[in-house]
C-alpha cells in the first residue's frame, strides 16, 4: 500500500531558485527522476517520474486513438489547447544527491516567486506542491471549510 504524502514545510529559495525539500516527503515521492509540473497559479508539483509517465500516456494514447478514428474532428480547438499545454505544463528533472530542487526558468514565473523569497512545500497525498506563501493561504481559505466532508466522502 502507498504511503499518503503529507505535511507543510516553509523553505527559501537560494539565488539561484533551489530549493531543499524535507527528507522525509522525498522518501515518499520515490526516487531522483521527478516530473514538476505547472498546477495553478502560485503552485507547482512535483511527482515521481514513472508513476507521471504512466499516467501521462495512458491518457495520451486515449486522445490519440480518439483523433485517429476522427471522433475528435469537431473538437480540434481544444486538442489545439490540450496540445499547448502539453508543450508547457511539465518539465523531467533530477533532483541533486542533497534533494535539491532547481526550479527552472518559466515554471518559475508560474510560482510567482523571486530568488531569496519564502515558499510551502506541501504533501498532497500523491505528490508534492510547492507553493507561494500567499496563494498556499488563499487555497486553505476556501477549501478547508470542506475536509470533513471531502474525508467522509473519499473514505465512505
Not at 527522476?33 to 503552485?43: D, I, M
Not at 495520451?60 to 496540445?83: F, M, N, P, T, Y
Not at 510560482?111 to 519564502?118: D, T
Request: with cysteine.
Amino acid at each position: 500500500m502507498q504511503e499518503l504524502i503529507v505535511g507543510e514545510f516553509h523553505r527559501t529559495l537560494d539565488e539561484r531558485f533551489r530549493l531543499s525539500l524535507p527528507a522525509e516527503l522525498l522518501s515518499l515521492l520515490g526516487e531522483n527522476e521527478c516530473v514538476l509540473a505547472k498546477e495553478r497559479p502560485g503552485c507547482l508539483s512535483l511527482w515521481n517520474g514513472a508513476d507521471w509517465q504512466a499516467k501521462l500516456e495512458s491518457g495520451i494514447d486515449l486522445v490519440r486513438g480518439k483523433i485517429q478514428s476522427g471522433r475528435l474532428d469537431a473538437k480540434i480547438e481544444q486538442v489545439q489547447i490540450l496540445g499547448r499545454l502539453l508543450a508547457t505544463r511539465h518539465k523531467r528533472l533530477r533532483l541533486s544527491g542533497r534533494g535539491r530542487l532547481l526550479i527552472p526558468e518559466g515554471f518559475r514565473e508560474f510560482l510567482q516567486v523571486e530568488a531569496g523569497s519564502e515558499v510551502v512545500v506541501v504533501g498532497a497525498a500523491v505528490c508534492l506542491e510547492i507553493w507561494k506563501p500567499e496563494a498556499w493561504i488563499a487555497y486553505l481559505e476556501q477549501t478547508m471549510p470542506d475536509f470533513r466532508e471531502l474525508l467522509e466522502e473519499l473514505a465512505g
